[in-house]
């Protein structure tokens, strides 16, 4: 039962993960192709703009459905489907049926996020359920093709409005990889690099350490022993003290024999050379860190102090403040491969980095700790949850990547001609070249598809806005925390007091 709860966890795990890394993908994309719409001088070429706005608009459609599809239907259903299988004493039609009760109450909080983001009339929902009794009107021509028709039925929905129900839906999951980022990313971008740096403490000293303390534990539970060598029974409080030290004591063995094993560990030894690769490395992870955090601050300083205000969630007209990762982008961005290569990187980075932050902290549920995170021993529940949060993240790495570059992110590299009549013989017509911004002309400036996806609905711009803040707080704060812890021990984590049988630590491929 393990070994098959563990192959459907990682399957899924890596199937859903993979399809949000997707969808952040085509973000370059996205943006490459408005650019490509338009000419160095600011004019349009000629070229089928509306079918390319299209085409990437149902590439979101699609990939956000499956998204969808995956937070609410397929993760849930696994998940519940191995928490119920642990009962030895219900079938397997059993755990189906109440894994799908369970399923069923996420399938219905996705319809409320629909129904919500739209009206009852003319929701995605409503659609879809309205269009199963009433069937479509006919394509324009009988003989179109199945790509046609699936063209068509995205122009139903489109026409159905079906973009603000998804955008809020979408929205609603980024608002709480929001929450994920700022407990975990904010902490991984600092203890991550600070760990390779201040790398991790000697095995033979911790070895030394452990045996002194194992000594010292056992000559304190001899000194209680010795108390009822006469018959007398020991007193309450020194039964409690007794059974304490004898929790430490396994504790303690249980350390030396992973410390044992570490110290014969191959990986140790060729950890231990590639030290100066890791400070470097360490070095590299942290100054982006800075540059993120800079990148960051100065967008959301220039929408404190430029904006058009909170009621239309803080959207900034023209470029007030130079930001360096916009600008830097800005300059890739022609050469397409750079500016793509530079974005997967930043999405990996964030994944990195949240992965260090939650194997750090375990996943929590306010103050309660649901599941830690260890090598070779994570339950596939926790695995589970482990993908959700990485899925979410990556969802809120798209509006990060408009944080950190919003002028990228909107309108790529395109320019738009300014008209301006000069006093020249035959009244002559000029014009200037400007880099387009929020303050550009509706008809000569073409937003990408993200941004629209993006900020659908002006409220949820807003609390992204203070939620930088807070994400800035956070990584400050866990930087200054990480300073201050020294080494960390070489088998961080593999063995702690509350391991029990029945623990998550305990679990043993």
Same mark, same amino acid.
């Given at each position: 039962?393990?070994?098959?709860?563990?192959?459907?966890?990682?399957?899924?795990?890596?199937?859903? =993960?993979?399809?949000? !890394?997707?969808? $952040?993908?085509? &973000? *370059?994309?996205?943006? /490459?192709?408005? #650019?490509?719409?338009?000419?160095?001088?600011?004019?349009?070429?000629?070229?089928?703009?509306?079918?390319?706005?299209?085409?990437?608009?149902?590439?979101?459609?699609?990939?956000?459905?499956?998204?969808?599809?995956?937070?609410?239907?397929?993760?849930?259903?696994?998940?519940?489907?191995?928490?119920?299988?642990?009962?030895?004493?219900?079938?397997?039609?059993?755990?189906?049926?109440?894994?799908?009760?369970?399923?069923?109450?996420?399938?219905?909080?996705?319809?409320?996020?629909?129904?919500?983001?739209?009206?009852?009339?003319?929701?995605?929902?409503?659609?879809?359920?309205?269009?199963?009794?009433?069937?479509?009107?006919?394509?324009?021509?009988?003989?179109?093709?199945?790509?046609?028709?699936?063209?068509? =039925?995205?122009?139903? !929905?489109?026409? $159905?409005?079906? &973009? *603000?129900?998804?955008? /809020?839906?979408? #929205?609603?999951?980024?608002?709480?990889?929001?929450?994920?980022?700022?407990?975990?990313?904010?902490?991984?971008?600092?203890?991550?690099?600070?760990?390779?740096?201040?790398?991790?403490?000697?095995?033979?000293?911790?070895?030394?350490?452990?045996?002194?303390?194992?000594?010292?534990?056992?000559?304190?539970?001899?000194?209680?022993?010795?108390?009822?060598?006469?018959?007398?029974?020991?007193?309450?409080r020194d039964r409690h003290n007794l059974q304490e030290l004898e929790g430490k004591l396994q504790v303690l063995r249980r350390r030396g024999r992973h410390l044992e094993i570490a110290e014969r560990n191959c990986c140790?030894?060729?950890?231990?050379?590639?030290?100066?690769?890791?400070?470097?490395?360490?070095?590299?992870?942290?100054?982006?860190?800075?540059?993120?955090?800079?990148?960051?601050?100065?967008?959301?300083l220039d929408k404190a102090l430029h904006s058009a205000g909170i009621s239309s969630g803080f959207i900034v007209f023209g470029t007030n403040l130079t930001n360096p990762l916009n600008e830097l982008l800005l300059a890739?961005?022609?050469?397409?491969?750079?500016?793509?290569?530079?974005?997967?990187?930043?999405?990996?980075?964030?994944?990195?980095?949240?992965?260090?932050?939650?194997?750090?902290?375990?996943?929590?549920?306010?103050?309660?700790?649901?599941?830690?995170?260890?090598?070779?021993?994570?339950?596939?529940?926790?695995?589970?949850?482990?993908?959700?949060?990485?899925?979410?993240?990556?969802?809120?790495?798209?509006?990060?990547?408009?944080?950190?570059?919003?002028?990228?992110?909107?309108?790529?590299?395109?320019?738009?001609?300014?008209?301006?009549?000069?006093?020249?013989?035959?009244?002559?017509?000029?014009?200037?070249?400007?880099?387009?911004?929020?303050?550009?002309?509706?008809?000569?400036?073409?937003?990408?598809?993200?941004?629209?996806?993006?900020?659908?609905?002006?409220?949820?711009?807003?609390?992204?806005?203070?939620?930088?803040?807070?994400?800035?707080?956070a990584f400050l704060v866990g930087l200054v925390v990480s300073c201050c812890r020294g080494k960390k021990s070489v088998i961080e984590g593999e063995v702690e007091a509350d391991d029990s049988d029945v623990s998550d630590?305990?679990?043993?491929?």
């Amino acid at each position: 039962i393990r070994q098959e709860s563990e192959v459907v966890s990682t399957i899924t795990a890596i199937c859903a =993960l993979a399809i949000a !890394l997707i969808t $952040s993908a085509l &973000l *370059p994309v996205d943006i /490459f192709l408005v #650019s490509f719409m338009k000419f160095p001088n600011g004019t349009y070429k000629v070229s089928t703009r509306g079918q390319i706005e299209d085409t990437v608009l149902y590439g979101y459609y699609t990939l956000y459905s499956i998204i969808l599809f995956c937070v609410f239907l397929w993760i849930p259903f696994v998940y519940f489907y191995y928490e119920e299988r642990d009962d030895d004493n219900m079938n397997k039609c059993s755990q189906v049926k109440n894994a799908l009760k369970y399923t069923i109450g996420f399938a219905i909080v996705c319809v409320v996020l629909l129904l919500i983001g739209n009206n009852p009339v003319s929701s995605l929902f409503s659609v879809l359920v309205f269009r199963a009794f009433v069937p479509l009107e006919a394509p324009p021509s009988q003989n179109s093709t199945q790509w046609e028709k699936v063209q068509y =039925l995205f122009e139903e !929905l489109g026409s $159905s409005h079906g &973009l *603000p129900a998804l955008s /809020f839906s979408i #929205s609603s999951l980024t608002l709480i990889g929001m929450l994920a980022v700022i407990t975990y990313t904010a902490y991984g971008m600092s203890v991550l690099p600070l760990n390779l740096i201040k790398g991790t403490r000697s095995v033979a000293y911790e070895r030394l350490e452990n045996t002194e303390d194992i000594d010292d534990v056992e000559h304190q539970i001899e000194n209680l022993k010795s108390k009822c060598k006469d018959g007398r029974p020991l007193s309450s409080r020194d039964r409690h003290n007794l059974q304490e030290l004898e929790g430490k004591l396994q504790v303690l063995r249980r350390r030396g024999r992973h410390l044992e094993i570490a110290e014969r560990n191959c990986c140790t030894k060729v950890g231990s050379a590639l030290r100066p690769f890791k400070i470097l490395l360490g070095v590299f992870f942290i100054l982006v860190a800075l540059l993120f955090t800079v990148a960051l601050f100065i967008s959301n300083l220039d929408k404190a102090l430029h904006s058009a205000g909170i009621s239309s969630g803080f959207i900034v007209f023209g470029t007030n403040l130079t930001n360096p990762l916009n600008e830097l982008l800005l300059a890739l961005q022609p050469v397409f491969p750079l500016d793509y290569i530079l974005i997967t990187v930043i999405t990996m980075y964030f994944v990195f980095t949240s992965m260090a932050g939650i194997r750090n902290m375990g996943i929590w549920f306010f103050w309660i700790r649901l599941y830690k995170i260890r090598p070779k021993r994570t339950r596939p529940q926790a695995l589970l949850f482990l993908c959700m949060i990485l899925l979410l993240i990556v969802l809120h790495t798209s509006y990060m990547i408009y944080s950190l570059a919003p002028q990228y992110v909107m309108y790529g590299s395109q320019k738009y001609l300014v008209q301006v009549t000069g006093p020249t013989s035959g009244n002559a017509t000029f014009g200037t070249t400007r880099i387009c911004d929020a303050d550009a002309p509706e008809d000569q400036c073409i937003v990408t598809r993200s941004y629209l996806f993006l900020h659908k609905f002006w409220f949820f711009s807003t609390i992204y806005y203070f939620g930088n803040w807070a994400f800035i707080a956070a990584f400050l704060v866990g930087l200054v925390v990480s300073c201050c812890r020294g080494k960390k021990s070489v088998i961080e984590g593999e063995v702690e007091a509350d391991d029990s049988d029945v623990s998550d630590d305990e679990y043993v491929h």
